[in-house]
C-alpha cells in the first residue's frame, strides 16, 4: 500500500536584542530580569528548541558592567549546545545606510571582535542590519565583510515573495526576508499559538518556509511572560508535528533552491509603502519633514567632520584624548537618538540629549587632542571652527526640541498618524512638506 508523502514545512524564528548604551542601569537589570535571563532559561530547558539571535555586543558589555554576567553564561551554553545561531550585526546598532562606509566596517568588525572574544567558536554566517535597515549598497559592503546571508523586512523584496526558494542579491548573497504580517500579529498578541501553527502549514499549498523576526523584548518585557505563553508554546508545537521544522535560518539552503537575483528596496522593518512612496526610506530615523532630524545630521556630520580631521593630523595614536574620541564616537552613532525624536508616536527629550552628548563628548575630546598635539596654526584654526560650528548646532537642536516638546505636549494619546502634521506647516502660501521653526530661521541667521 503507498502512502501519500507529508509534506514538510519549516519555520524559522528569529530574535533581535539590544541596549543602547546610554541605558540606565535600574531598567537594563528590570529587562534582563524579565526578558534575558528567562527567554535563555526557557531554551535551555528545551534542548530541542532552535532559534536564530542576534545580540548587539553593546548589551553584552551593559550586562558584564552591572553584574549580570549570568546571562551572557546562558548564552554562551546555548551557543555551545547549538540551539542559537548567532548572526553578526554593528555592535552600537547605528542605522547602517544612515553612516559613513567606514565607520559602518568598523561597528561590524567591533561586533565580529566581541563575539569572538566571547564565544570562542563563533562563526560568520547570517547579518542582521540594525533596524533590518538595508539598501543594495548596504548589502554589497556586508558581503564584502564575508557573510553568507542577510535577512531583511518583507517590504525590502524588490521581486516576487519567494517562500520555496531563495533569492541572491547581484554579488551572491543570500536573502532571507521575514513575513512581515505574521511576525507582527505575534508581536501585537493578535495570533493564537493554534492559529499560528494552523498558518505555518497551511499558508502555501507546497513545501515552503516561514521566518518570523522581532525584537526580543517583546517575549517577557513588552508582553509579560510571553516567553511561555507563546514562544515556547510554539516551538513545542512545531517539534511535535508531523508538518513542521523547526530551524536555524542557515539551515534553509540545505533544502530550498537558491534561484533569481534582485537588489533589495531602501528600507527597513518599520518603513511603510507611503514612507517608500513619500521617497523616505528610513523614516523613524531621517524624515525629511522632521526639524530635529535635520539638525541631528548637521550636527553628526560636523562631529564627524572634526573626529577625522584629529585622527588624521593627532600623530601620537595612543593620545588618551584621540582614543576617547574615538569611544564616544562609536557609541553616540546608536540609533535611539534617532528613533526618539521620531515623533511617531516615540519622543524622549531626554534620550535624544544623551545620545547628543555622546557625540559632544566626542568632539569636545577631538579638539583636546588636537590642542595636546598639533601646533599647525591653519590646522588649530580649523579645528576651532568646526567646534564651534558643533556647539551651534548643539544649542539649534536644544532650540528645536523644546518647539517641538510644545507642540506635541498633551497630544501623546490620539493615533500617530496625526504626528506626521506637526511636521507641516498650515500656513496656505506653504506647500506641504516645508517647515518654519525658530532654530531653522536661526540657522539662517547664523549663516
Given at each position: 500500500?503507498?502512502?501519500?508523502?507529508?509534506?514538510?514545512?519549516y519555520w524559522?524564528?528569529?530574535?533581535h536584542?539590544?541596549q543602547?548604551?546610554i541605558?540606565?542601569a535600574h531598567?537594563?537589570k528590570?529587562?534582563?530580569?524579565?526578558?534575558y535571563?528567562?527567554l535563555f532559561?526557557?531554551?535551555?530547558d528545551?534542548?530541542?528548541?532552535?532559534?536564530?539571535?542576534?545580540?548587539?555586543?553593546?548589551?553584552?558589555?551593559?550586562?558584564?558592567d552591572?553584574?549580570?554576567?549570568d546571562?551572557?553564561e546562558?548564552?554562551k551554553?546555548?551557543?555551545?549546545?547549538e540551539q542559537?545561531?548567532?548572526?553578526?550585526?554593528?555592535?552600537?546598532?547605528?542605522?547602517l545606510p544612515?553612516i559613513p562606509r567606514?565607520?559602518?566596517i568598523?561597528q561590524i568588525?567591533?561586533?565580529?571582535q566581541?563575539?569572538?572574544?566571547?564565544?570562542?567558536n563563533?562563526?560568520?554566517?547570517g547579518?542582521?542590519?540594525p533596524?533590518?535597515a538595508?539598501?543594495?549598497?548596504?548589502?554589497s559592503m556586508?558581503h564584502?565583510?564575508?557573510?553568507?546571508?542577510l535577512?531583511g523586512?518583507?517590504?525590502s523584496?524588490?521581486?516576487d515573495?519567494?517562500?520555496?526558494?531563495?533569492?541572491?542579491?547581484?554579488e551572491?548573497?543570500?536573502?532571507?526576508f521575514?513575513d512581515d504580517i505574521?511576525?507582527?500579529?505575534?508581536?501585537f498578541?493578535?495570533?493564537s499559538?493554534?492559529?499560528f501553527?494552523?498558518?505555518l502549514n497551511n499558508?502555501h499549498e507546497?513545501?515552503h518556509?516561514?521566518?518570523?523576526?522581532?525584537?526580543g523584548e517583546?517575549f517577557g518585557?513588552?508582553?509579560?511572560?510571553?516567553e511561555?505563553t507563546?514562544?515556547?508554546?510554539?516551538?513545542?508545537a512545531a517539534?511535535?508535528?508531523?508538518?513542521l521544522e523547526?530551524?536555524?535560518i542557515?539551515?534553509?539552503?540545505?533544502?530550498f533552491?537558491?534561484?533569481?537575483r534582485?537588489?533589495v528596496i531602501n528600507?527597513?522593518?518599520?518603513?511603510m509603502q507611503?514612507?517608500?512612496?513619500?521617497n523616505t526610506?528610513?523614516?523613524?530615523?531621517n524624515?525629511p519633514?522632521n526639524?530635529?532630524?535635520r539638525?541631528?545630521?548637521?550636527?553628526f556630520k560636523a562631529?564627524l567632520?572634526?573626529?577625522?580631521l584629529?585622527?588624521?593630523?593627532v600623530p601620537?595614536?595612543k593620545?588618551?584624548?584621540?582614543i576617547t574620541t574615538?569611544?564616544?564616537l562609536d557609541?553616540g552613532?546608536?540609533?535611539?537618538?534617532l528613533?526618539?525624536?521620531?515623533?511617531r508616536?516615540?519622543w524622549?527629550?531626554?534620550l535624544i540629549?544623551k545620545g547628543?552628548?555622546?557625540?559632544?563628548?566626542s568632539?569636545f575630546?577631538a579638539?583636546l587632542?588636537i590642542l595636546?598635539?598639533?601646533?599647525?596654526?591653519?590646522?588649530?584654526s580649523?579645528s576651532e571652527s568646526?567646534f564651534?560650528q558643533i556647539t551651534?548646532y548643539?544649542s539649534?537642536?536644544?532650540m528645536?526640541?523644546?518647539?517641538?516638546e510644545r507642540?506635541?505636549?498633551?497630544?501623546r494619546n490620539?493615533p500617530s498618524y496625526?504626528?506626521?502634521s506637526?511636521?507641516?506647516d498650515d500656513s496656505p502660501e506653504?506647500k506641504p512638506g516645508?517647515?518654519?521653526?525658530?532654530?531653522?530661521?536661526?540657522?539662517?541667521?547664523?549663516?
Amino acid at each position: 500500500m503507498l502512502y501519500p508523502l507529508i509534506q514538510m514545512n519549516y519555520w524559522a524564528p528569529f530574535l533581535h536584542l539590544y541596549q543602547p548604551p546610554i541605558q540606565d542601569a535600574h531598567v537594563l537589570k528590570d529587562i534582563n530580569d524579565s526578558c534575558y535571563e528567562p527567554l535563555f532559561s526557557m531554551l535551555l530547558d528545551n534542548p530541542r528548541f532552535k532559534i536564530t539571535l542576534n545580540v548587539n555586543s553593546v548589551l553584552l558589555d551593559l550586562l558584564h558592567d552591572h553584574g549580570l554576567d549570568d546571562t551572557v553564561e546562558l548564552l554562551k551554553e546555548l551557543i555551545g549546545r547549538e540551539q542559537v545561531d548567532l548572526v553578526g550585526t554593528a555592535k552600537y546598532h547605528p542605522i547602517l545606510p544612515l553612516i559613513p562606509r567606514r565607520e559602518a566596517i568598523r561597528q561590524i568588525k567591533l561586533q565580529e571582535q566581541d563575539c569572538q572574544r566571547i564565544f570562542p567558536n563563533w562563526e560568520k554566517r547570517g547579518f542582521f542590519a540594525p533596524e533590518m535597515a538595508i539598501s543594495p549598497g548596504v548589502v554589497s559592503m556586508i558581503h564584502k565583510q564575508g557573510y553568507r546571508w542577510l535577512l531583511g523586512s518583507g517590504i525590502s523584496c524588490s521581486g516576487d515573495w519567494l517562500f520555496d526558494k531563495i533569492y541572491q542579491s547581484p554579488e551572491g548573497m543570500l536573502l532571507f526576508f521575514r513575513d512581515d504580517i505574521i511576525s507582527n500579529e505575534i508581536s501585537f498578541k493578535r495570533i493564537s499559538v493554534d492559529a499560528f501553527i494552523k498558518k505555518l502549514n497551511n499558508i502555501h499549498e507546497t513545501t515552503h518556509y516561514i521566518i518570523t523576526a522581532q525584537d526580543g523584548e517583546t517575549f517577557g518585557h513588552h508582553v509579560p511572560e510571553y516567553e511561555n505563553t507563546f514562544l515556547k508554546r510554539a516551538m513545542q508545537a512545531a517539534i511535535e508535528s508531523d508538518t513542521l521544522e523547526l530551524c536555524w535560518i542557515s539551515d534553509l539552503e540545505n533544502t530550498f533552491k537558491i534561484d533569481g537575483r534582485i537588489r533589495v528596496i531602501n528600507s527597513s522593518w518599520s518603513t511603510m509603502q507611503s514612507d517608500l512612496d513619500y521617497n523616505t526610506p528610513y523614516p523613524l530615523w531621517n524624515h525629511p519633514d522632521n526639524p530635529v532630524h535635520r539638525i541631528q545630521f548637521k550636527f553628526f556630520k560636523a562631529v564627524l567632520e572634526l573626529v577625522y580631521l584629529a585622527e588624521r593630523v593627532v600623530p601620537n595614536k595612543k593620545n588618551q584624548e584621540l582614543i576617547t574620541t574615538r569611544y564616544f564616537l562609536d557609541s553616540g552613532l546608536h540609533s535611539c537618538q534617532l528613533w526618539w525624536a521620531s515623533a511617531r508616536p516615540m519622543w524622549s527629550p531626554n534620550l535624544i540629549m544623551k545620545g547628543a552628548e555622546l557625540l559632544l563628548r566626542s568632539a569636545f575630546n577631538a579638539r583636546l587632542a588636537i590642542l595636546d598635539e598639533c601646533d599647525d596654526k591653519q590646522l588649530l584654526s580649523k579645528s576651532e571652527s568646526l567646534f564651534d560650528q558643533i556647539t551651534q548646532y548643539h544649542s539649534l537642536l536644544l532650540m528645536e526640541i523644546m518647539e517641538m516638546e510644545r507642540d506635541i505636549n498633551g497630544k501623546r494619546n490620539i493615533p500617530s498618524y496625526y504626528f506626521e502634521s506637526l511636521f507641516l506647516d498650515d500656513s496656505p502660501e506653504k506647500k506641504p512638506g516645508e517647515m518654519v521653526s525658530k532654530a531653522a530661521q536661526a540657522e539662517e541667521e547664523r549663516k
